[in-house]
Structure formats: structure tokens, C-alpha cells
């Protein structure tokens, strides 16, 4: 069984920072893509990040600037830094991994969520 667990979500002024974590763990072979998405109430879910297991990334257009994906590879883990926050930020934030199980093929999963609110 694998399992995604993200934590440091909260709540913070507008221009304050938040770092997000997300730790998969159970029985992996390795992982290919991490990636954070989120959504706001009424709204999609979106991809804000995304980083190859090679450490390539990418950032949805509304976070480029100011938020920074990375990942730790022997932690089985991706972060998020977000810095500058704004009212506009504030939604769930779920972590999404592509992962390769033993002896087997890829699969994507999805952590729960943590609730990131920046007050205006």
C-alpha cells in the first residue's frame, strides 16, 4: 500500500511563507513525477508544480516567481516552498507522484490534502 502524506499547510498573512511537505511511503520501486496541485472551493483542481524525478520543474504561470518545488529522492519526498502568498493562494494543496511498485508498473496517487489559507 502506498501512501502520500502532506503537512505544513496553515494559515498565513498576505507576503508571508509556507513550505509544504509530502512523504510517500510502502512498497515503491522508485518514483517518477511529484507534483502539487490545488483547488480552491468552486474552482478545478490545478497543477501548480511539477518536477521530474531528474529535477526538472515547471510552475503554473500564477506561482512562477515565488513558489519552488523540490524534491528529495532518497527521502521519497517533494517539497513546496511558497513565498509572497496572497488571498488568491488559498485552497487545499494535494500532492500527486507517479510510482513505479516492484515488479510492476506506475501508478499515480494522491495525499490527502492540507489546507492552505493566506488572510488579506
Known amino acids: 500500500q502506498v501512501q502520500l502524506v502532506e503537512s505544513g499547510g496553515g494559515l498565513v498573512q498576505r507576503g508571508g511563507s509556507l513550505r509544504l511537505s509530502c512523504v510517500v511511503s510502502?512498497?515503491?520501486?522508485?518514483?517518477?513525477?511529484m507534483g502539487w496541485y490545488r483547488q480552491a472551493p468552486g474552482k478545478q483542481r490545478e497543477l501548480v508544480a511539477h518536477?521530474?524525478?531528474?529535477?526538472?520543474?515547471n510552475y503554473a504561470d500564477s506561482v512562477k516567481g515565488r513558489f519552488t518545488i523540490s524534491r528529495d529522492n532518497a527521502k521519497n519526498t517533494v517539497y513546496l516552498q511558497m513565498n509572497s502568498l496572497k488571498p488568491e493562494d488559498t485552497a487545499v494543496y494535494y500532492c500527486n507522484a507517479g510510482v513505479i511498485l516492484p515488479m510492476d508498473n506506475e501508478y499515480n496517487y494522491w495525499g490527502q490534502g492540507t489546507q492552505v489559507t493566506v488572510s488579506s
Open positions: 518536477i521530474t524525478r531528474a529535477g526538472d520543474t
Open positions: 510502502g512498497r515503491i520501486f522508485t518514483i517518477n513525477a
